[in-house]
């Protein structure tokens, strides 16, 4: 039972154990977030060994309640986190990952539904953005109560590379990766900024051509590979994005962070969620901030969520 003897107390449930999953209950328990944690997953054993390694944790961290548990205990959690799904395979189409991640996501979303939770979805199984729809659709919920982790990883990728380049902290670029969280994502160059200076007037001034942001734009959509080839999977940065959400829910803190959100007219788009900056906070999703992008970079919204929307109506059709 949850302890409601003091006002604060905070309980996050995390649903697949994986690397992303295990990164993620790590990433919590050093940032010494939520009283109480809560790990699900099919492979019981494992979240029972996970919950013994990290509570070792909170001696240097923070006191914190980690036990493995089930879809019951989602019922007064402020927050699920699902990570739950299969990667993918050689050989494998996208559509087909999306099939069998949907058919996994449905058999998470309604269990944690009827346990009564009435709390913030947050998803980053792959593909992400159909997945954050599929469980809003699953779950009944407003929209505003589900936020995919969509482009933070590649937001992330992106300002790294052009803070290496150009010499200043990644934690002062303000740039974004927008669209999908895939192939048909690209960097919102135009109104990036360093300081409110123009990121590209910057680039000039360092000897970057638009070639060279071209480049850095593609390595950002490719480090995945990059990564995948070197060691099997991504799992901190995402794990460390999925934390940074949840603190920003938690701590009610109204942030500007690139999420998959749901869109209501924005970019001339609804019925979907892409990857743009937003506020987040203890309701959720609290408002879109639209970027005013330039022509080309509308047509590449457009197109990407064009992509995003076959795929979602293919696999739900399907299921």
């Not at 990883?153 to 052009?162: I, K, N, P, Y």
């Amino acid at each position: 039972m949850k302890n409601l003897t003091t006002k604060n107390h905070q309980k996050v449930v995390l649903v697949g154990d994986g690397a992303v999953g295990s990164a993620f209950a790590y990433s919590m328990v050093n940032q010494g977030l939520a009283e109480e944690f809560v790990i699900v997953d099919v492979v019981k054993e494992r979240t029972e060994g996970d919950a013994l390694d990290l509570e070792d944790a909170q001696v240097f961290t923070a006191p914190k309640k980690i036990y493995s548990g089930d879809y019951s205990d989602c019922s007064d959690a402020d927050v699920v986190v699902i990570t739950a799904g299969a990667p993918q395979k050689p050989g494998e189409t996208r559509l087909d990952l999306v099939n069998k991640n949907l058919k996994i996501l449905s058999s998470i979303v309604k269990p944690v539904v009827d346990s009564g939770f009435d709390g913030i979805f947050v998803v980053a199984a792959n593909p992400v953005d159909i997945l954050t729809y599929a469980t809003w659709k699953f779950s009944g919920f407003p929209k505003e109560k589900v936020i995919g982790s969509g482009t933070s990883l590649d937001t992330s990728r992106l300002r790294v590379a052009l803070a290496n380049k150009l010499n200043v902290d990644p934690r002062s670029v303000e740039a974004y990766i927008m669209g999908e969280h895939g192939d048909s994502e690209f960097a919102a160059y135009d109104e990036a900024t360093i300081g409110s200076k123009p990121l590209k007037t910057i680039a000039k001034e360092h000897g970057l051509t638009d070639d060279d942001l071209a480049k850095i734009e593609d390595d950002t959509r490719n480090k995945a590979y990059e990564i995948i080839n070197r060691k099997g999977a991504t799992f901190y940065g995402v794990a460390t994005c999925l934390m940074r959400i949840t603190k920003a829910i938690l701590r009610d803190e109204n942030a500007v962070l690139p999420v998959g959100a749901a869109l209501n007219g924005e970019y001339g788009l609804d019925d979907i969620f892409i990857g743009t900056p937003a506020i987040i906070n203890a309701s959720g999703l609290a408002g879109v901030v639209e970027v005013p992008l330039s022509d080309k970079e509308m047509d590449a919204m457009t197109k990407s969520a064009e992509t995003l929307k076959k795929v979602t109506k293919d696999g739900l059709a399907a299921l």
